[in-house]
């Protein structure tokens, strides 16, 4: 019997991209914090690239870049994780962190967590 031929085998890209929005998907899945976190994004990369394009108006790319960051941590709140970049540093200090809420946690062999 032939073996199912799976798309991304020779598509490296495809599959880190595919693993990097699952892995992003899983940290953002109350409605909410994924909703504001598709507005935050694109304001925080708009914000640098304004700072960069237009150094004149520099205070218009720093206030997309602040209010973009401020509408990631509130969603952060909501959702009940750490942000990525402070769960990274935590976890480079041996600090405790939560990747995930413990309310989107699956079980397992029906324990809670």
């Known amino acids: 019997m032939e073996?199912?031929?799976d798309p991304l085998q020779?598509?490296?890209l495809l599959r880190f991209a595919r693993r990097a929005v699952g892995?992003?998907?899983e940290r953002h899945q109350h409605p909410f914090s994924f909703w504001i976190h598709l507005i935050?994004?694109?304001m925080t990369i708009v914000g640098i690239a304004l700072v960069i394009l237009y150094p004149a108006e520099?205070?218009?790319g720093v206030g997309a870049f602040v209010l973009?960051?401020?509408l990631q941590f509130i969603g952060h709140l909501v959702e009940g994780n750490d942000m990525g970049e402070w769960a990274g540093i935590k976890r480079m200090l041996g600090l405790p962190y939560v990747a995930i809420s413990p309310?989107?946690?699956k079980?397992?062999?029906g324990k809670t967590p």
């Open 3 to 5: 073996q199912p031929h």
């Open 10 to 12: 020779n598509r490296p």
């Open 23 to 25: 892995n992003w998907r």
């Open 40 to 42: 935050g994004i694109p």
């Open 58 to 60: 520099w205070h218009w």
């Open 68 to 70: 973009g960051y401020l």
């Open 103 to 105: 309310r989107w946690q």
């Open 107 to 109: 079980k397992v062999a």
